[in-house]
């Protein structure tokens, strides 16, 4: 989801086969790189757009509320009965008021026939038209009446779906043992209750079981490992142990940290997928700053040049998830660089919202490939069947950290070679309270 609604991706690849961002020169650091042309996908979700879309015609009952078409069909309705009824109405009239026999007398002397029919036509005409103007006067103030009276009908007739829609809303994955339990007659509505209610039964029964497999593949799985690593480091450091076996046991010692690092990387996958258990203010350039530091030792042994620009970027969140995000974007940037290569990070404010950007250099990479580095166990062309680097999982467990802070992450390729990340995250409500108060 996105920062600005539930309808945006939280990922947006690169759009067009020529889009790539230049690098930043020297003395930028502080400007955020971004694609000279304005991205399509930032509307369209993904696809290069490379053929005419049919534009589609917006229709007016689009944007009117379930509420308010019931009312204007019961309007409706109404409005066709009444004037079928005025329409009724004026011929039973007529053709009552032209039964009786109609004579006129004037001093002793009744007038003939045809004069008298034409008055009689013309009074019956005249009552005729009176009644029926009275009646659709009438008609119209029943008609609005009845119209507010069917706008009232349908919110009770929709207030079973507002609170489902209210419970669905509520609903996470530490809520999942509410119910809707609706009551009243067996109608359709009921049946659209219970029918929810049986699906939150099973998905309550599928995260209980996930928490627990989470739990016991916790513990199961880092177990034999770390009896195995502990078992080479000592087989390691035996004096007496001969170079064959120093061999395999360094060999066997990396495959044992390798596994170790996938199934680190995988609970972590499984954690940050789920609702966020810690929600605090955290300054993103706080983390970077910190995350830098921590891997400053394989900064430096890597001989990459690092620039970086951290200014303040408050973000409603899970600091701990927050920062193996920074952390493995950092990472990525290092293990798939280029010697004599640099990486640029910077955080702050991107288009009104807190962010962070990781620019490295590197191999060059095709924009259709893009999307795919944020699959799991998906690295770039030529590297799918080496994990010696890392186990596949950074930018996976990145979009997933992303996704569960509702932010959006965009990726492009970098003139050049290499990649620029940015991550946009929603503005801390701490931070939007203390700037209305001012």
Do not use: C
């Not at 991205?39 to 917006?58: D, F, I, T």
């Amino acid at each position: 989801m996105s920062a600005e609604g539930q309808g945006r991706p939280d990922f947006v690849p690169a759009q067009a086969s020529t889009g790539e961002v230049p690098p930043t020169p020297p003395g930028e650091t502080g400007t955020w790189r971004r694609l000279s042309s304005p991205l399509q996908s930032a509307a369209s979700g993904g696809g290069p757009v490379s053929r005419p879309v049919r534009a589609e015609v917006p229709q007016i009952t689009d944007n009117i509320s379930l509420r308010m078409r019931l009312t204007l069909i019961y309007g409706m309705l109404f409005f066709a009965a009444g004037s079928l009824l005025v329409l009724l109405n004026y011929v039973i009239l007529t053709s009552v008021l032209d039964k009786p026999d109609f004579t006129i007398q004037i001093d002793g002397y009744t007038l003939e026939s045809e004069i008298a029919e034409e008055i009689k036509a013309s009074l019956i005409d005249g009552i005729a038209n009176q009644v029926t103007r009275f009646s659709i006067l009438a008609l119209v103030v029943v008609g609005v009446l009845a119209v507010g009276l069917g706008y009232v009908v349908a919110g009770r007739a929709l207030s079973p779906l507002h609170k489902i829609t209210r419970i669905a809303r509520r609903l996470s994955e530490r809520s999942l043992h509410e119910r809707i339990a609706l009551s009243g007659p067996d109608d359709e509505i009921r049946e659209l209750a219970d029918t929810f209610d049986a699906m939150l039964e099973r998905l309550d029964r599928a995260f209980d079981g996930q928490r627990r497999f989470v739990a016991n593949a916790s513990h199961e799985l880092r177990t034999p490992l770390a009896i195995n690593r502990t078992l080479l480091e000592v087989a390691l450091a035996d004096p007496e142990a001969s170079a064959d076996l120093r061999t395999i046991g360094r060999t066997l010692l990396e495959t044992n940290s390798r596994h170790e690092r996938l199934i680190d990387g995988l609970l972590f996958l499984a954690k940050s997928d789920r609702e966020l258990n810690v929600r605090a203010v955290v300054d993103l350039g706080e983390v970077s700053a910190t995350v830098l530091s921590q891997l400053s030792g394989d900064i430096e042994n890597s001989g990459l040049r690092i620039r970086t620009d951290l200014r303040e970027a408050p973000v409603t969140g899970d600091p701990v998830l927050l920062e193996r995000l920074v952390g493995n974007l950092v990472e990525n940037a290092l293990r798939y660089n280029v010697a004599g290569g640099e990486i640029t990070v910077r955080s702050g404010e991107n288009e009104g919202a807190p962010a962070v950007q990781v620019e490295n250099s590197g191999p060059v990479i095709p924009v259709y490939e893009i999307e795919g580095l944020f699959e799991p166990f998906r690295r770039g062309s030529g590297d799918r069947v080496r994990s010696k680097k890392s186990a596949g999982l950074g930018l996976s467990i990145v979009r997933s950290v992303v996704r569960a802070h509702q932010g959006v992450v965009t990726a492009w390729p970098r003139a050049g070679g290499g990649l620029v990340v940015t991550v946009r995250f929603p503005s801390s409500g701490r931070r939007a309270d203390s700037e209305g108060a001012v």
